[in-house]
């Protein structure tokens, strides 16, 4: 007989909820789409032709989905500003979850996520930082890991949107959290990855401009930002975050250590061709997040249902996204207030002169 | 109601048989693997592990497994020696095939499975030419067919296995059909593709040595071998096989036009991870064919699937197949003899003098 | 007749001075040595093989050597702490000045340059920042003058020294001003550059580590270091600065505009060959920077001295080196501090509260 | 005492001729430039403006510059056909000769200038194939030659000229001895150097089309054309000459052994730019043979001066050139005639019926 499938059901049906409905449905041999739920009409439309048919049941109330029969998990796509409710309630309803990046712009709501997850060690809870997933950062992982480039020391690393003249941005930032929560939140979580997820942020400091929307000011928002992170330790991790790549989605990391570095993605490439033309050698890029991680995205969804089918462990802690969110947001803040925001051992909130060191 | 699924079988379980009853199994939504058949008890072993618990009936003689009620498709990755034999098996019992390259090693016999599809007009029958479903392949195709480089002139190809110094290619070569037609078919295939598919062989030369396996001389076959195979209308591809890179699979391939050229995998890579360290920067390569294309055999077994259970063309057709081993066959004879080969414009072998220009 | 040639003295033959002799002496046509100085008995003994059988007068001491009949100019190539005083010594004997960067590790002696040279503006007097003569960062500017990149915004440049485990660079932090001085100041000089050789600096703020060099510290020095320098008109730089690259010399820059970016290096290369081995494609990169600029500094020897016999524009300001000394100083300030250091749209530094914006 | 410098004279003063006498006049710092010699009347009046202000005489007859008082050596760029009967009259007056590829298109020919360079053993007597003194092909050599691919067995390699619409090629194809003697001589010296320099050719043979320009078949030429070169001890040269690249000069080598493979230039680049655009990332391409090779010509300068001054050692045999024009002769002749073209191993051409394996 075979082994029992996970019944998951998809919270939201926008741009990534879709995708992740579909790697449920068909691209995740283990689990079984079997629900899903978006208050958008147009949303329901699509799901009419691309899911109902395959047996998925639809809801336009993400509560009534919960209710269910057999369902296991949800994956949450919803809105950012929900992600954390959604979360919540899922967990109380005994439900696995996969929430989509960040669990909350606030530190504090995202904490509450966690702490809901810690009333329910049965249950599989894990923030989809996708580059986890990713074939490439994981070689780089356990390169470092075996000792390839000694102990790891700096971070750098760059999530670069392609430019989006529409104003989309702009509109967007009202409830994005700002650029560096918005677009940097993956960068730290790679550097708590590769740093180590206990590792305690000691200071942070950024600053940005408005070269292409400056529209986005009066959100307290930038276009493009830059930031240094400061851990305990001896590591720093420096960031760049961008919303006006000419070429596409320009993502890369580095990670330098005592012996060696290691890069992800620094030549971006869409695919193995090149052109020669009169212009020279050229290649294009992914236009977006997803041309670069789709296959990570799929990968996320296995190993989420195996963890839950299997009940092994997930890959990374939850809290590690609080830590991210935390960072992210005093990224933000410095960004505004121009101040370099210091943290002491346990995490706390200080001036500089109550650190030691 | 969810669309019909193609109830598939799989015939062979060796190493590129398990990957494709894989593929079906769980990377192929709209198909159903009903049934695999080997003669081998280890790989029957396998699969009552991988594939019988998730509904897949398994069976020693092929014969018995097209028998199977409600069986649609069968997928042919037995030894090469067979592909013939159980792909007109298939098609008299009317299932669509897809079956592995290369039909055979002679043009008769491959010729003889393309005569048997032609009886069965309704059929789809596929030869599976897995770089024509690559994205790399299929976008240097888009930007040629769109004018790029003008008019395709010259294409270079090469095929290159990692080094197996286990003697391994020695106890092969009696039934490979040598080196042209083991690892330069799939190349022969794209220079059709690429130049057209109806394009006509005017002459082939090749040389070859066995630079780490003189054994394989005794087989009339070599470890190296670089053949010229031209085209009427003024087209030359040029090819390279080998069986001693040290680094890994190291395919590539170049197609010159009249206003550019275009590259694909000119700079292999495992993926997108670059090391720092005191001897350089390097990157690692896929060590085999699976690593380079496995995402290229998943959209082969979703193509093939779709055009199945919705009635649509094929990517191809199924006698470039034969053209292709034809001209496989044809280098693998000159590298032995010595000779240019010539045939005329209707296919037909002739001596030099015979030709028109 | 021959135009008449650049008689020009060399005032150090340390590692750098070596190079600038020999680079006067073979490789600029249009100068001829005719003297080198140097306080170093190992240096004169070198001088004597290399340098006087050509013709070149060796001196012990500099004054001397700027009182040899007919010599036009001094290329300054002594340790750091005298390049000013040697500078204006230079200045006042009424001779033509390159002078190894930096000017001076302090802000003040720099302008002290400066001033000496505005006092005899028929002389050509020159900071070496040698990156403005190397062919891809003139292709870089060119590129971004002619618009390819709409207005530049950010600019990220770091220079990484190879891996020194014998202790060298903690003793030379004594007297080198720094890792941001020493390191960085070419990438500031970069920065103005490429945003414009008036950009005036607003803020600057870093962070540094010790991974390999715990004994910097007692210097307030660091081995690893990052900075964000922001610049009034909305333009940010950030550097990276390192003394443990294990592969070797790895500078690299990026510019990024409205429109698009341009980097220089991003794939560093020691020549265009690749090595195929068993553990992947491999390629050197060069162990210094003079391995990587050597090129550069002769173009700048042939740029000068052509500047000095035409009376022609010098391809940068002085002044410039200055402001690049600034900003350097700054930063390893910041370094220690943990502090921002703010300028007003004068230049002058202020607090945070007294900036307008 | 300065060391004396080797006396110079050089004959022609076209595109390369041009070249050579300036790098003599100023990047060689043991020559000097003391005559040139052109028949043409713009090149006279160019010399008049760029060599004579240098002390340097000028000659509309070659012959009359070799009675030049102190002049001790040629460098000969004067057109191919003229190539042997200079340097055999500059041997026959006791001159060093440094004269451009290939010696003749004929074998004979070629072979009278070895002939008369062995009646003068004193004299240094070099043909100048300018990728000897490249960085990147030495360095490859010495990485072969240190053991780190194994035992060379396959070599690739190609010139590619960017196209030239001009109709040029068609006109230079009536001397240029065809597209194989005039691009792949240097190919084919490459893989004698590889390969060792007594390498002996086994067989040749080749394809070739018009693409672009139909006129050269007239000539017997051809714009594109690919060839096989066996040599006895179990090694092939692959080559592809080309007229018709698009992005420019586009010149690679791979050298494949029994361990590894080593290649130079696979990945063309006319410096270390790159443009970040929206149609992706490009790097432009130098757009000819100088452009790619200028620092080799150089050190080719160098070496050779250093040789005659100090009697040392040339860096290749002067009978490689001769092997190379043989073997690019067999190469256009295949071309024409369709057949492949077999030598004993005396060197001697033969029937194939008349090799012994």
Redesign the interface.
């Known amino acids: 007989?075979?082994?029992a499938k996970l019944k998951i059901g998809c919270a939201g049906l926008g741009r990534m909820g879709k995708r992740h409905a579909l790697h449920f449905?068909?691209?995740t041999?283990r689990a079984e789409l079997v629900a899903a739920s978006t208050p958008d009409d147009a949303e329901i439309q699509w799901a009419r032709v691309h899911l109902e048919?395959?047996?998925v049941r639809l809801y336009k109330d993400y509560d009534e989905m919960l209710q269910q029969e057999g369902l296991q998990a949800v994956v949450i796509a919803s809105v950012t500003t929900v992600h954390a409710e959604h979360a919540i309630k899922a967990i109380d309803a005994n439900k696995h979850v996969l929430c989509e990046k960040p669990l909350s712009t606030s530190v504090e709501v995202s904490q509450s996520v966690v702490d809901a997850a810690k009333r329910k060690p049965h249950l599989k809870v894990m923030c989809g930082f996708s580059r986890h997933f990713d074939?490439?950062y994981r070689?780089?992982w356990a390169?470092m890991d075996a000792g390839?480039?000694g102990?790891p020391?700096?971070f750098?690393s760059q999530t670069c949107d392609m430019?989006n003249p529409s104003g989309f941005f702009v509109a967007y930032a009202q409830f994005s959290g700002g650029i560096f929560v918005d677009c940097s939140i993956p960068d730290i979580d790679l550097a708590l990855w590769f740093f180590g997820q206990d590792s305690m942020v000691k200071?942070v400091?950024?600053?940005?401009?408005?070269?292409?929307q400056p529209g986005l000011r009066k959100y307290g928002d930038r276009d493009?930002a830059?930031g240094?992170v400061?851990f305990y330790g001896?590591?720093?991790a420096?960031l760049?975050c961008?919303r006006?790549?000419?070429?596409?989605q320009?993502d890369s990391t580095e990670i330098?250590g005592?012996?060696?570095?290691?890069?992800?993605?620094?030549?971006?490439?869409?695919?193995?061709?090149?052109?020669?033309?009169?212009?020279?050698?050229?290649?294009?890029?992914p236009p977006n997040y997803y041309g670069r991680f789709e296959q990570a995205f799929v990968t996320e969804a296995n190993e989420f249902t195996h963890a839950c089918v299997e009940d092994g462990p997930l890959p990374m802690k939850l809290s590690g996204a609080v830590q991210a969110v935390k960072i992210g947001c005093a990224l933000q803040e410095s960004l505004r207030s121009?101040?370099?925001i210091w943290f002491d051992e346990t995490g706390r909130r200080v001036e500089?002169e109550m650190l030691s060191g």
């Open positions: 007989m075979a082994p449905l068909n691209r041999p048919p395959y047996g074939a490439s070689d780089a390169k390839l480039i102990r020391a700096i750098r430019l200071g400091v950024s600053s940005g401009i408005t070269a292409v493009n830059v240094i400061e001896g590591r720093i420096y760049y961008s006006m790549m000419a070429a596409g320009d330098i005592t012996a060696g570095k290691l890069t992800v993605n620094a030549q971006p490439m869409a695919n193995l061709v090149h052109i020669y033309e009169a212009s020279g050698i050229r290649r294009e890029i121009g101040d370099r500089r």
